[in-house]
């Protein structure tokens, strides 16, 4: 049966346009009920035996929650008590349509067999469809629908010799009129929250109950505590009329009490704009997209030099005076050249809150079930929530979802999710940190294995026939140690005509993951590898990532080869790209590859290939230091585990070798090669990486610092910046130049995915390159493989899709990737942290020499060579007579009683692990030299011996 909707459009020009669109109605869509003899389904998925132990509900039954019931209460529906349930297609447009994360989840749990969740397709069903009527809302009327299809279920089962006391149909719903409707019409219905209060037996369940409307609008306090927020409209019509700006509001991770609004401007232009106090602040979350009004110039502020951190006990709405004060000292006087535009917010436009992991503090008031939770995240606030299971939960780390904020209320309401275990343990810490950091970390599933190739696996006469056969040539691979996922591979050797030819081999992994399939989809999402201590989360199943696409030594793998020829001089002569098969010679270690080049009496074809690459190698790295490239510095530390306790027992700085270099620089090469070739032949959607140059404030605290040791740095080009670096000395301070370079490396803008056809500057600023891309990577990131579709489609070695050649969709992908990376970027400091407090938690005090990184207002922030370890030194105001502080904003410098501490100044701390706050563990260091009175710890008598670590095997 067909029937027809016409509805109207306008067009760009002011037209009007009359669109039909022909809607099919069927009478062979079944119900999915085992229960049914009437429709003549293959398979079900609604048990015959339907049965949740309730009080309101004492009968097997199937249940049918309405839109608001699946958007609000999704974390109810995803326990594993709630089976049966009838999901209508008008409820999942809706929340399609109203929020994508929601979506995501309803559809995973329809996946799950043991849910039992099916989905009605009622818009295209004969019995259940119906039209909109005149002056009837979208809402009203997919309230009827859903009314409509209850209806038919409860007359359709019944139809199957359903008894009274047998199989019925709830409907879930918080909406007063819809309940009020859906009762007049004889269906059973009920509140989600009254009828999850009536299951017997599973009494957590209400803990996850997200709060109505009802319960947020319950006053917390008489008094408000924050200005409302202007609704949408009003909102709208401000940013359109220049009186508001919207921007992404981001919190300060060290001080609570200020955030920063980033406001797109036209282009690339970013303004931000600096928030200060509670009431400024007004309930905005970390993250959300905020409207905010500009404060009079008067009132601009410059941010806070104090590290400030919401540590105190929870407040309560009343007794702020300690904020008070805290405010107060936000507000110091500042130079105009520091002061940044100041704003308030003024309204909500998205919220993006997602459930947030921390901890439970209990209520002092016994039997009490509210409670505040404190997020792992020092940049969220702290949440009330009500639970009844408080007594189990202290000491687990739990997952809260927030539901509101009045105005009244100090802190917003939300309500429990899970838990994830104990708190400290290493299992749920790695947890925490995954799902802080947004990491995809779930098995990868049957769909996305399917897609595998079948066991065992061997390259095919056919897939030779379209490569070329490198097999026979001397290829190596050099990576560090205990790497599996090995991505490279290169070679070189000497050509009859004198000239060099060096191949960079590439795991050709789009061979194995085609466009648009589970696998292409799931590892698009992902967007990387993410390398932790002692684990890693594959972007690709590990058949894939440690075996086939492997460029393990000494057997068969297919590969993308970038082959130049070049001279003496480092010079390209030619370059050539082709799919190829290859058989690596060896898989060295950095280590290993340097001691073969090292060692004179070796002559064998692999030390040879490898003393020609790094003899080019080096041309390389000087012809771009000379064109301005910039050599940073930062610690990476390396940790030793212990192979039974999996704990670290020794802690070290990575020592780069000469090698390191060997195998960076022809990656660089092959990179810009690549990007070069893959922009000439399609310029509008190429995929390709920038890193732009910092502003010029960015610089203040490089010049600063620089400045305090009378050393001049210029900052004009990234040539300037290279070469002023390179002289950068202090005459018995041989460490100088690597701190400043640490601090150079602090300056810089993140290196970012873009599409060519939508952005003009390509130029990689660090590494003074016109144009750039990332091609040698593809086991561990998804950018290379796109890249390889595109230089596979260059050289007509496969077929293009469309979502290749569509910029929006490039451009689109782009920002999810530059997402994942700087999420796993911070996943891994997350990771390296946690480690870092474990290898010192049997460690007790230690003292070691470090280096003033940065100066605040109450505190210095020394580094750790020895570790690669930052820490904050604070000084305190004490109760009794106050600690003497005076910080020069101009130096900056911080006096402290009679000691004046600048950046870069070399002191002496003892460096302890604080585990008083089991969640939020931190490094403590206290001063022991430059000795201050009153001021200094002395030093102590014991230190226990670090072990010794295990020698690899």
């Given at each position: 049966m067909l029937k027809s909707k016409t509805f109207v459009k306008k067009t760009r020009s002011g037209g009007v346009m009359k669109i039909v669109r022909e809607h099919y109605l069927r009478d062979d869509i079944w119900c999915g009920s085992e229960y049914c003899t009437d429709c003549k389904q293959e398979s079900t998925v609604l048990q015959r035996d339907a049965c949740i132990e309730s009080n309101l509900c004492s009968f097997p039954h199937y249940v049918i929650p309405d839109t608001n019931v699946v958007l609000h209460q999704i974390d109810v529906l995803e326990d594993p008590v709630i089976r049966n349930v009838i999901i209508l297609q008008t409820v999942l447009q809706e929340v399609r349509h109203r929020s994508a994360p929601v979506y995501k989840r309803v559809k995973d749990m329809i996946h799950e067999k043991e849910k039992h969740f099916y989905t009605f397709t009622n818009e295209h069903h004969r019995d259940t469809f119906i039209e909109r009527e005149p002056g009837e809302s979208a809402n009203d009327r997919n309230d009827r629908a859903i009314r409509v299809a209850t209806k038919w279920y409860m007359k359709h089962l019944k139809a199957s010799d359903c008894d009274e006391d047998g199989l019925r149909v709830v409907l879930l719903t918080n909406d007063l009129g819809n309940k009020q409707k859906a009762e007049e019409s004889g269906?059973?219905?009920?509140?989600?929250?009254e009828y999850i209060k009536s299951l017997i037996a599973n009494p957590e369940l209400v803990d996850r109950l997200a709060l109505s409307e009802d319960d947020k609008n319950e006053v917390t306090s008489s008094k408000v505590l924050f200005p409302e927020h202007l609704p949408l409209s009003r909102i709208q019509a401000g940013i359109k009329s220049g009186s508001f700006l919207q921007g992404t509001f981001r919190a300060s991770r060290d001080n609570y009490l200020e955030a920063t609004v980033f406001v797109q401007g036209e282009g690339e232009d970013t303004t931000e704009v600096l928030i200060q106090g509670l009431q400024n602040l007004n309930r905005a979350v970390n993250q959300d997209v905020v409207a905010i009004q500009l404060l009079p110039r008067s009132q601009w502020v410059a941010p806070s030099s104090v590290v400030l951190q919401d540590e105190g006990k929870a407040k309560d709405d009343e007794a702020a005076e300690q904020e008070a004060e805290e405010e107060e000292e936000l507000k110091a006087t500042a130079a105009d050249a520091t002061r940044k535009p100041t704003g308030?917010?003024?309204?909500?436009?998205?919220?993006?809150?997602?459930?947030f992991c921390g901890m439970l503090n209990l209520s002092h008031i016994k039997e009490s079930t509210r409670h505040l939770f404190t997020p792992a995240d020092r940049r969220i606030p702290r949440i009330r929530i009500e639970t009844r299971q408080s007594s189990a939960l202290v000491g687990q780390r739990i997952m809260v979802a927030i539901d509101g904020w009045p105005k009244h209320s100090r802190y917003p309401n939300g309500h429990f999710v899970r838990s994830l275990g104990g708190a400290g343990e290493k299992d749920t810490e790695q947890e925490v940190l995954l799902l802080e950091h947004d990491v995809p970390h779930q098995a990868f599933s049957q769909a996305v294995l399917s897609f595998l190739p079948k066991m065992p696996w061997a390259i095919t006469p056919e897939d030779m026939k379209k490569r070329e056969d490198l097999r026979s040539l001397t290829v190596c691979s050099v990576d560090p140690p205990g790497c599996t996922?090995?991505?490279?591979?290169?070679?070189?050797r000497e050509l009859d005509n004198g000239n060099l030819e060096v191949g960079v081999h590439i795991a050709d992994v789009s061979h194995f993951i085609r466009p648009g399939n589970a696998m292409d989809k799931e590892a698009a999402n992902r967007g990387t590898t993410v390398y932790l201590c002692g684990k890693r989360i594959d972007m690709v199943p590990e058949l894939l990532s440690s075996n086939l696409c492997s460029l393990r030594s000494n057997v068969d793998r297919m590969a993308f080869s970038c082959i130049w020829e070049m001279n003496h001089n480092a010079e390209i002569l030619k370059t050539r790209f082709t799919k190829s098969v290859i058989n690596s010679k060896a898989s060295l270690t950095y280590a290993e590859a340097q001691m073969r080049i090292d060692d004179t009496s070796k002559t064998d074809d692999i030390t040879k290939s490898l003393r020609g690459l790094n003899k080019l190698a080096k041309i390389l790295k000087r012809h771009r230091i000379e064109k301005g490239a910039l050599t940073l510095s930062s610690l990476e530390v390396r940790f030793h585990i212990d192979s039974e306790t999996h704990d670290?027992?020794?802690?070290?700085?990575?020592?780069?070798?000469?090698?390191?270099?060997?195998?960076?620089?022809?990656?660089?090469?092959?990179?810009?090669?690549?990007?070069?070739?893959?922009?000439?032949?399609?310029?509008?959607?190429?995929?390709?990486?920038?890193?732009?140059?910092?502003?010029?404030?960015?610089?203040?605290v490089l010049q600063k610092a620089a400045k305090s040791k009378n050393v001049e740095i210029h900052t004009d080009s990234a040539k300037a910046l290279a070469d002023s670096l390179d002289v950068a000395a202090v005459g018995g301070f041989s460490y100088f130049n690597t701190l400043l370079r640490i601090l150079a490396t602090r300056c810089m803008m993140?290196?970012?995915?873009?599409?060519?056809?939508?952005?003009?500057?390509?130029?990689?600023?660090?590494?003074?390159?016109?144009?750039y891309t990332h091609f040698t990577s593809p086991i561990r990131r998804y950018a290379d493989i796109i890249v390889h579709r595109l230089l596979a489609v260059a050289i007509s070695a496969d077929t293009t899709y469309p979502d290749l050649m569509d910029k929006h969709k490039q451009s689109a992908l782009s920002n999810n990737l530059n997402y994942r990376h700087k999420m796993a970027q911070y996943a891994q400091r997350a990771s390296v942290a946690f480690h870092t407090q474990l290898f010192f938690k049997s460690r007790g005090i230690l003292n070691e020499e470090g280096y003033i990184l940065f100066v605040r207002k109450n505190a210095i922030i020394v580094l750790i060579p020895k570790f690669g370890l930052e820490g904050t030194v604070f000084f305190d105001k004490k109760e009794k007579g106050t600690t003497n502080l005076v910080f020069d904003e101009q130096g900056p410098t911080l006096k402290v009683e009679n000691h004046t501490f600048a950046i870069f100044d070399k002191v002496k701390v003892t460096i302890s692990l604080d585990d008083s706050n089991i969640q939020h563990q931190k490094i403590r260091m206290a001063l022991i030299e430059p000795v201050i009175a009153g001021v200094s710890v002395p030093v102590p008598d014991v230190q226990p011996q670090a072990k010794k670590p295990k020698l690899d095997r």
């Open positions: 269906l059973l219905v009920h509140k989600c929250e308030k917010v003024v309204g909500i436009i998205k919220r993006n809150w997602r459930p996922d090995i991505d490279d591979a290169l070679h070189c670290p027992i020794d802690l070290q700085t990575k020592e780069l070798m000469e090698t390191n270099s060997m195998v960076e620089e022809f990656m660089l090469l092959a990179n810009i090669s690549v990007a070069q070739k893959i922009y000439d032949e399609f310029p509008d959607c190429a995929m390709l990486r920038k890193h732009p140059a910092p502003p010029p404030s960015n610089y203040d993140q290196a970012v995915y873009f599409c060519s056809g939508m952005d003009s500057d390509f130029h990689h600023y660090g590494l003074a390159s016109p144009i």
